[in-house]
């Protein structure tokens, strides 16, 4: 067919051209009418129109005629100065020594196994499995995967139909691995769950963007959120058009939630016309790493069912709490231990694979499990899902092995409890060393990290460094942290990205490098903040 097609176009063009180059040839009337079009519209294949050239000159996207919703949002952990790293990290490379440090150290976000934490061997294992079933019943996969593995790859690959990790699945993800994740949800908070509840996804944050697309209907919708705040939330707020409503942490205390701090902002929202839809509530925080007394969340869900807010609660850092005097309560669990069912308090709660002790960024596995709606309004919660046709299907593999972990007596218990409490443990030490640094520098104060994976430091910068951030156009902590980077190496990222109380200063730092490399960090910081205190002292 196409070759005929193209057979017929090359006639007819033939033809005319010879139309054109000799008038006294004739055909008949059909092909003379043919030729007449051919005329007047083979002059402008053969030569070119100027004029046409000259009105298409102002290309047809500019960075004024996007979505003004986009220019307006702002994702400050791959920012600035993530984009400045990544230059010098080129420079390394291409000319090694030219600059006074050997390697870019990225303190900047949280992703675990970039900065050499192991992947938990137990998962992996399921997951090559599943990825490859045809070497499962090799006689040598015996020998190198263990027997719980195995038999935990042949139970979810026949809930995948056609076992077939390739192929799309339901859009709230496989049946069986919601089921699986219900019932870890059911052993976490000793109250039911529903895997028709769960809605797997690509990581937390395209459930959160997911919420803000039903929520938000105009800019006249406001969405509480902690001051600071992880800017997932700022950014997805102006990206659909809505308005943030800042309720701030209390950093004297702990980075402590107060009631009437969100009774204030409440109010003061009212008052400019905005209609608050739900509150964001990040637990343990990020970045400002405190764990929520049960008592405070409780005081949080009275507030919600109040003032008819749905409450979304980030919990991807639920397994990372690092001192003795503090648990992890998930919103569901609260809720329901203060007799509010399944109807009485909208209720949106995010976990992640890529945090935890697990670190498996770059799977993009996560969940939200949503209750409290109505069925209508639960339709279009699954419209909404269904246009991205659904989540990758390791990330829900790995959803549902995060949420069932070996057990005592699996092969693979006790070498998976190792591998977990080392890393755990590991990251406590590492918080603890960091805090203790950051305390000792000049005019720098920093809250103990209960949990997540950051601290987030108070700087008082002199007036001079200020006035100089100022006369550049910067932010007074962007530019420390720009000064950092190119003096150490270190990637932190400014404060000013997650907001802060006006008129202070600091900076996001993960405590996610190795071990062994934290002494190091530690005299790099403090030789560099020293210098900077001394150049700029007042």
């Known amino acids: 067919m196409r070759k005929f097609v193209a057979h017929r176009a090359k006639r007819l063009i033939s033809n005319a051209t010879v139309s ?10 059909s092909l003379s009418s043919s030729n007449h079009y051919y005329s007047s519209i083979l002059p402008r294949f053969f030569t070119s129109d100027t004029s046409m050239a000259s009105n298409n000159s102002t290309p047809p996207l500019t960075v004024d005629s996007l979505n003004s919703k986009v220019l307006k949002c702002e994702y400050a952990v791959r920012g600035e100065i993530v984009s400045l790293a990544q230059k010098l990290q080129q420079d390394l490379q291409a ?31 399921v997951l090559a499995l599943c990825d490859h079933p ?42 069986g691995l919601r089921d699986t994740i219900a019932a870890g949800i059911e052993a976490r908070d000793g109250f039911p769950a529903d895997p028709n509840d769960i809605f797997l996804t690509d990581g937390a944050s395209p459930a959160v ?63 400019k016309g905005i209609t608050v839809r739900a509150l964001v509530v990040i637990n343990p925080g990020n970045p400002t790493g405190q764990v929520l007394a049960e ?9 919600c069912k109040k003032e008819g807010l749905v409450l979304l609660a980030d919990e991807v850092y639920q397994e990372n709490i690092y001192v003795p005097e503090k648990q992890f309560h998930s919103f569901k669990k609260v809720a329901r231990s203060m007799g509010y069912g399944d109807k009485d308090i909208p209720l949106v709660s995010f976990q992640s694979v890529s945090k935890g002790y697990y670190g498996e960024c770059g799977k993009r596995g ?6 409290g709606f109505s069925p209508e309004v639960r339709e279009q919660i699954y419209k909404v899902a269904s246009v991205n046709l659904c989540s990758n299907i390791s990330g829900q593999i790995l959803a549902s092995l995060v949420m069932s972990p070996p057990k005592v007596g699996d092969e693979s218990y006790e070498s998976y409890s190792a591998e977990k409490d080392g890393i755990l443990l590991s990251l406590a030490r590492r918080a603890k060393t960091l805090e203790a640094a950051l305390n000792s520098l000049e005019g720098v104060t920093c809250n103990k990290a209960e949990g997540a994976m950051y601290l987030f430091p108070r700087i ?3 007036n001079k460094a200020i006035k100089e951030a100022e006369s550049l156009k910067k932010a007074p902590d962007a530019y420390y942290a720009a000064r950092l980077l190119n003096a150490t190496g270190i990637v932190v990222v400014p404060g000013s990205g997650f907001g ?11 405590i996610l490098p190795q071990e062994e490399k934290i002494p190091a960090i530690v005299s790099q910081l403090t030789e560099f903040h020293k210098k900077f205190m001394d150049e700029f002292r007042d």
């Open 20 to 29: 054109l180059l000799n008038p006294h040839h004739h055909h008949q009337s």
């Open 95 to 125: 000319n090694p020594g030219s600059h006074p440090f050997e390697e870019i150290i990225y303190c900047n976000i949280g992703n675990p196994q970039s900065l050499g934490q192991q992947p938990i061997t137990f998962f992996r294992e």
């Open 134 to 175: 045809n070497i499962i019943d090799r006689s040598e996969t015996q020998g190198l995967f263990s027997a719980d593995s195995i038999d935990r790859a042949w139970q979810i690959l026949d809930q995948i139909p056609g076992r077939a990790t390739g192929a799309y699945s339901h859009s709230q993800g496989i049946k």
């Open 209 to 271: 963007h997911m919420m803000m697309q039903l929520l938000i209907r105009s800019e006249n919708d406001g969405i509480f959120c902690p001051i600071p705040q992880y800017p997932l939330y700022s950014a997805s707020i102006a990206l659909h058009g809505g308005t943030l409503v800042p309720y701030y942490l209390d950093e004297a205390t702990g980075w402590g939630l107060e009631i009437s701090e969100l009774q204030k902002q409440l109010e003061a929202a009212r008052q």
């Open 295 to 303: 008592e405070n969340q409780r005081d949080i869900v009275e507030f």
């Open 366 to 371: 996560g969940y939200m499990e949503v209750t």
């Open 460 to 462: 008082l910068l002199p």
């Open 500 to 510: 802060q109380v006006p008129g202070t200063w600091h900076f996001r730092c993960t």
